[in-house]
């Protein structure tokens, strides 16, 4: 299995930036793509944005210009820089990875809120 562990969520204001990071650890793998989504109270779980191996990227409409995801191979590391927050960002984000040989795996995430 490929283990994932995130780190980072908080409580900021809105306007305010977080930065989350998740690391990927286990066996010999190749990481292909990964993501982050997020799950609030009441809702399904959705995408908030994905990048591929070679750094193709896919942001949510709702995050497209204030979220950046990006990742270090070497580290095995993706993170996710968010800036503007907002009330509506308020969820449990989760990071995901799709690795060779494995299973989806996923992290347990990490809180994010932003007071109204």
């Known amino acids: 299995q490929v283990q994932l562990v995130e780190s980072g969520g908080g409580l900021v204001q809105p306007g305010g930036s977080l930065r989350l990071s998740c690391v990927a650890s286990?066996?010999?793998?190749?990481?292909?793509?990964m993501g982050w989504y997020r799950q609030a109270p009441g809702n399904q779980r959705e995408l908030v944005a994905s990048?591929?191996?070679?750094?193709?990227?896919n942001y949510a409409d709702s995050t497209k210009g204030r979220f950046t995801i990006s990742r270090d191979n070497a580290k095995k590391t993706v993170y996710l820089q968010m800036n503007s927050l907002k009330p509506e960002d308020t969820a449990v984000y989760y990071c995901n990875a799709r690795a060779t040989g494995r299973s989806d795996a996923w992290g347990q995430g990490t809180q994010v809120t932003v007071p109204s």
């Open positions: 990048i591929s191996r070679l750094r193709t990227t």
């Open positions: 286990g066996s010999s793998f190749t990481l292909l793509t």
